[in-house]
């Protein structure tokens, strides 16, 4: 099962190459209240330095059971084949993404979950991505001229990229004349609703009665109520003719009547600006990092771009012919995957593997673990882009999931790579990255996987750059 293909780097020794930073796992498997600490913290504390070779794994918090799945006909077996058991998202994803997104798509589940994918996937398709090239793009061209006038010292890239990717989303979904600085706005709340969420909810774990779970502070609270007041600020203020809000107004149920009521709409647009932003962000982010430590593949994707794109801006049908750039897109997912944890509840009693599992414990696939199994991956902790160029053997299937599987597979995969590879290309032929001095950024997961502390890069402005 062991990925296949040649070692093809550019000149560089397997010595000299930068390994990208990541925790430093536990030589053993913590003990439970360890392992409490650590999920309540950072999820990747709490993985041992053996989850990096295991097919399945299982612990018991306290009254509750964890079962990860890390092999990919495991996955499969679970997500897939058994998805109409394990369609419902963990107790600790809802509970924590509740008061933002409340129901929606991402968080919902069951018939009105079916009922609002249809829409949403419609909306989504990639026949309908190319129609948004002018969106990435304006988006990349205000990210430049900010980062432009701000070169010469360190720049934190990862609170830039939240709100680029956020600008796109707010236009998509209300169409032009959003008020300036609104996408920011919702960002940085975004931020501080993310630092502040608990994740891990030790109530439920000691199996308490629903009415006494699922708690979360108020300063969280407070950032939640923010999202939502600018979200309905914006539903109120804008028609969203042409754009999703009008989609979403418009989409009707099986008896022909509205499928969102009010709270729906605000609840499946949170979802569409922050599931449709934040993924896109971080994965950005990381991989500008991977090339400013990894010059060669930066040198080698910036010819690829200004042999393909030239001096001006890329259109749809540029995108497919940035080999380099998406390879180099797809390898930082794999190292540092958006989502790194996707968590399920078992809706009857199952077993997997010797393991039994029942309504209210959480079944788990990893892909932080998953896209750096030792046994699946050469040099797992590497970056090399090369996995992914054209030609290379691709990975086992189910061993690679940067967008998720099954049916609650991210619709919006290709408009996000559209956007990523866009926004991408545009600051390769703009700026050359290396890394600030100081510490190297730690991965963190909670609700997706962020850079403790910021990502600080050098961003020298290239003379032909545009």
Same mark, same amino acid.
Do not use: C, K, N
């Given at each position: 099962m062991r990925e296949g293909g040649a070692d093809i780097l550019p000149a560089m020794s397997k010595a000299a190459r930068p390994v990208p930073p990541r925790p430093e796992p536990p030589a053993r498997p913590l003990g439970m209240l360890r392992i409490l600490a650590a999920l309540r913290g950072n999820v990747l504390d709490a993985l041992p330095r053996s989850a990096y070779r295991r097919q399945v794994m299982a612990v018991r918090l306290l009254g509750r059971r964890l079962v990860v799945v890390n092999d990919p006909e495991v996955v499969r077996d679970v997500f897939v084949t058994r998805a109409a058991t394990y369609g419902r998202k963990s107790h600790f994803k809802e509970q924590a993404l509740r008061p933002v997104i409340g129901a929606s798509l991402f968080a919902g589940h069951g018939e009105v979950w079916a009922a609002r994918r249809r829409p949403v996937a419609r909306m989504l398709h990639p026949s309908g991505v190319g129609a948004l090239q002018p969106l990435f793009v304006g988006a990349g061209r205000r990210l430049a001229a900010d980062w432009a006038a701000r070169a010469g010292g360190p720049v934190d890239v990862a609170p830039d990229l939240a709100a680029a990717t956020l600008d796109v989303m707010?236009?998509?979904?209300?169409? =032009?004349?959003?008020?300036?600085?609104?996408?920011?706005? @919702?960002?940085?709340?975004?931020?501080?609703? &993310?630092? #502040?969420? $608990?994740? @891990? !909810?030790?109530?439920?774990?000691? %199996?308490?009665? !629903? %009415? *006494?779970? #699922?708690? &979360?502070?108020?300063?969280?609270?407070r950032a939640a109520g923010e999202i939502r007041a600018r979200i309905a600020g914006l539903i109120a203020a804008m028609p969203g003719e042409g754009a999703y809000l009008g989609a979403l107004r418009a989409a009707r149920g099986e008896d022909g009547a509205p499928l969102l009521d009010d709270t729906g709409l605000l609840e499946e647009s949170a979802m569409l600006l922050l599931a449709g932003s934040e993924t896109a962000a971080n994965a950005l982010g990381w991989t500008l990092y991977l090339l400013a430590t990894h010059p060669e593949w930066g040198a080698r994707a910036r010819e690829e771009v200004d042999a393909t794109v030239g001096a001006r801006d890329?259109?749809? $049908?540029?995108?497919?012919?940035?080999?380099?750039?998406?390879?180099?897109? &797809?390898? #930082? *997912?794999?190292?540092?995957?958006?989502?790194?944890?996707?968590? %399920? &509840? =078992?809706?009857?009693? !199952?077993? @997997?593997?010797?393991?039994?599992?029942?309504?209210?414990?959480?079944?788990?696939c990893i892909p932080w673990l998953l896209h750096r199994h030792e046994e699946i991956w050469r040099d797992p902790h590497a970056f090399r882009p090369e996995r992914f160029l054209p030609g290379a053997p691709p990975p086992p299937r189910f061993a690679y999931l940067p967008f998720g599987l099954g049916p609650r597979v991210c619709a919006g995969a290709a408009f996000g790579m559209a956007e990523m590879t866009t926004l991408l290309a545009m600051i390769l032929r703009r700026f050359e990255a290396s890394p600030a001095p100081g510490a190297p950024p730690q991965p963190r997961f909670r609700l997706t996987l962020r850079p403790e502390g910021g990502l600080r890069l050098l961003l020298r402005p290239r003379a032909d750059g545009g």
């Open positions: 707010v236009r998509a979904v209300f169409g =032009p004349g959003v008020p300036e600085g609104e996408a920011r706005a @919702i960002a940085e709340a975004f931020t501080r609703y &993310q630092a #502040g969420v $608990s994740v @891990i !909810d030790l109530l439920h774990l000691l %199996r308490l009665p !629903d %009415r *006494m779970v #699922g708690r &979360q502070g108020r300063a969280t609270l890329p259109e749809a $049908s540029d995108l497919a012919g940035l080999h380099v750039v998406r390879a180099v897109l &797809q390898e #930082g *997912m794999r190292l540092y995957p958006p989502v790194a944890v996707l968590a %399920r &509840q =078992p809706a009857a009693p !199952d077993r @997997i593997r010797r393991w039994a599992v029942r309504p209210g414990d959480t079944v788990a």
